[in-house]
């Protein structure tokens, strides 16, 4: 089973609100990311977790907000978005293996279907 | 440092045509290269990938030889169908102290016309 799942699907938003995207694998990897994407454009990477710890933030603003409660599931709390921030949010999963000396493996990542957000 | 450079789209072909979606990259160290697929309104998908020098990786008639020598990894498929239409992603990963970060291509985006 390689599957990431991600919740909501879809959230529209206003840029006062609170709300939260959820990601769930059960692959047992130790390492995962949020990423977000633009039309026609790359993912761009957000933060990285391994090990439940964060290990890569991207400068992102403050207005969003990570949290890896366990090492199967990833949250990304927002709050007073901007209609700039409207965009597909993706959850993406990985080994995270650990070499002598410090590297880290350079295995596949798997993405879930992604929340499509809306900010009004 | 990393980077990938992918052919510009978009690419239109007819049904049944022959597919490249060229793919160059630098790098530091070993990288391990991949291609993902991004059908309209969903996630990104793995489509194949290899890991070290002269690897091939193929899945649903796509191929992709990890080319060394000329730092590539172009995506080819024989024969394309309808269901193809999509966004090619290629990328890359590097060994690195602070975790398994990917570097992607800008995407090619496919379509193909009965």
């Known amino acids: 089973d390689t599957e990431v799942t991600q919740t909501p699907k879809h959230l529209v938003m206003g840029m006062t609100n609170k709300k939260s995207l959820k990601c769930e694998q059960h692959?047992?990897?130790?390492?995962m990311y949020w990423y977000k994407q633009k039309a026609k454009k790359p993912p761009e990477l957000m933060f990285v977790y391994s090990y439940e710890k964060l290990s890569i933030n991207e400068s992102v603003p403050s207005r969003f907000s990570p949290e890896c409660p366990n090492s199967s599931l990833l949250n990304l709390h927002l709050h007073a978005l901007q209609p700039e921030d409207s965009a597909l949010y993706l959850c993406?999963?990985?080994?995270?293996?650990?070499?002598?000396?410090?590297?880290?493996?350079?295995?596949?990542?798997?993405f879930g279907p992604g929340t499509r957000l809306t900010v009004l | 440092g990393n980077s990938v450079t992918q052919m510009e789209g978009p690419v239109t072909l007819s049904e049944e045509a022959f597919l490249t979606i060229n793919c160059t990259y630098t790098?530091?160290?070993?990288?391990?290269l991949f291609w993902y697929v991004q059908y309209p309104g969903e996630g990104l998908q793995l489509l194949l990938k290899a890991t070290k020098a002269d690897d091939k990786g193929s899945n649903k008639g796509f191929e992709a030889t990890y080319r060394k020598e000329t730092t590539s990894f172009h995506l080819e498929k024989g024969s394309v169908q309808v269901s193809d239409s999509a966004v090619y992603f290629c990328?890359?990963?590097?060994?690195?102290?602070?975790?398994?970060?990917?570097?992607f291509g800008t995407g090619t985006s496919l379509t193909v016309i009965p």
């Open positions: 990328a890359l990963s590097v060994p690195s102290n602070t975790g398994n970060q990917f570097y």
């Open positions: 692959m047992g990897h130790r390492a």
């Open positions: 993406a999963s990985s080994q995270d293996l650990r070499f002598a000396g410090g590297a880290i493996s350079t295995d596949t990542q798997y």
């Open positions: 790098a530091t160290g070993y990288p391990s």
